[in-house]
């Protein structure tokens, strides 16, 4: 009997897994989209959607850093620097080693 609920649970914990995986893939397929139509708040909205689903999706965290990446390069050009220092520091919250997202941080704080 205690075999059979083991399989039992082994069994649902594997379908809501399998779900958990299509749901991150799915926000990670509409964040591309947003990212193609330059929405890229929308964009960073649904790679963060997919990352509380799956912590550890590494294509849903490279999306949501190019995405936070280009918001702030789009608040830059139109001199929004604040908004800029804010996506840049969001990125560097999940991956404090982005170069790139240290650097434009600098820059945009150096011009507030």
């Known amino acids: 009997m205690r075999n059979l609920e083991q399989e039992i649970e082994t069994a649902l914990l ?3 897994r399998g779900r958990q995986r299509r749901m991150a893939e799915e926000m990670i397929t ?3 989209s947003h990212l193609e139509k330059e929405s890229y708040s929308r964009a960073a909205t649904h790679f963060e959607r997919a990352l509380s689903i799956d912590p550890d999706n590494e294509i849903a965290l490279e999306g949501l850093t190019e995405a936070l990446l280009k918001a702030g390069q ?10 800029a220092v804010h996506y840049y520091e ?13 650097e ?8 507030l």
């Open 30 to 32: 509409s964040g591309r």
């Open 90 to 102: 969001t990125i560097l919250e999940r991956d404090p080693r982005n170069i790139e997202a240290r």
């Open 74 to 83: 789009s608040s830059e050009d139109t001199n929004n620097y604040g908004s």
């Open 14 to 16: 594997a379908t809501v």
């Open 104 to 111: 434009r941080l600098m820059v945009a704080q150096r011009r």
